[in-house]
């Protein structure tokens, strides 16, 4: 196992175009987080997941945003109508159980021009 | 609302000397407290977590309850030591959400 992969790495996009990030967590991991980093700043909780069950959203998470586990696998984060302001690094990570430690991925750069 | 603050957004410390990194929160129910740290064009991984105890490459840290805080300890410092760190909060009731602070970043000079 070679650890949260994320794909893509990076994506360019023009305001107002949809954009879908995927995320394969560690094999066997039962809970999946998604977060966003802006410069400066820590990772921003969006939604987690356990198994295919997405059990939290973060109020900054707009309708624009949609996250999807659909076996309780991979995980796929969907921006729409992309805007200037969702330009930031987003994060995935996965944990065996709940409290515990968190695996992260590379991260996938998001530029929306 | 949970809440957690780093002071410092950069540190530098000479080889050798001791260093300290802050972090304070806020949280009323029981907390599970971490410190994560990213070396440069590394991802994101745990230093270690309060629960442990542990001392991992000579960093401890103890959680204070009484002053909500759980500063990161070195020692001694080492060049390698150079990176970001975060230190996060997973609430432990009410769902396993996490809140990171904006990260200190330690420069270590010879």
């Known amino acids: 196992d070679t650890g949260v992969s994320q794909n893509p790495r990076h994506k360019i996009t023009k305001r107002g175009q949809n954009v879908t990030f995927r995320c394969d967590p560690i094999?066997?991991?039962?809970?999946l987080y998604w977060y966003r980093q802006t410069l400066g700043q820590g990772p921003e909780f969006l939604t987690y997941?356990?198994?295919?069950?997405?059990?939290?959203k973060s109020r900054l998470l707009s309708d624009r945003f949609s996250a999807e586990r659909p076996k309780g696998s991979f995980s796929t984060l969907e921006i729409q109508r992309t805007e200037q302001g969702d330009s930031a690094m987003y994060l995935c990570?996965?944990?065996?159980?709940?409290?515990?430690?968190?695996?992260f991925g590379p991260g996938t750069r998001l530029t929306v021009l | 609302a949970q809440r957690v603050t780093q002071p410092e957004k950069l540190l530098s410390v000479f080889k050798g000397a001791p260093v300290e990194l802050k972090c304070n929160y806020s949280?009323?129910?029981?907390?599970?407290l971490f410190w994560y740290v990213q070396y440069s064009r590394q991802r994101l991984q745990l230093l270690l977590r309060?629960?442990s105890r542990e001392s991992i490459k000579g960093f401890t840290a103890d959680l204070n309850k009484g002053e909500t805080s759980f500063h990161l300890k070195k020692p001694f410092a080492q060049e390698e030591d150079s990176a970001m760190y975060y230190c996060?909060?997973?609430?432990?009731?009410?769902?396993?959400?996490?809140?990171f602070g904006a990260g200190t970043r330690l420069f270590v000079k010879a």
């Open positions: 990570a996965s944990s065996p159980l709940g409290a515990d430690t968190q695996y």
């Open positions: 094999s066997e991991h039962n809970r």
């Open positions: 997941f356990q198994n295919e069950a997405q059990l939290e």
């Open positions: 949280y009323s129910g029981s907390p599970e």
């Open positions: 309060h629960i």
């Open positions: 996060a909060l997973t609430r432990l009731t009410g769902g396993f959400k996490t809140i």
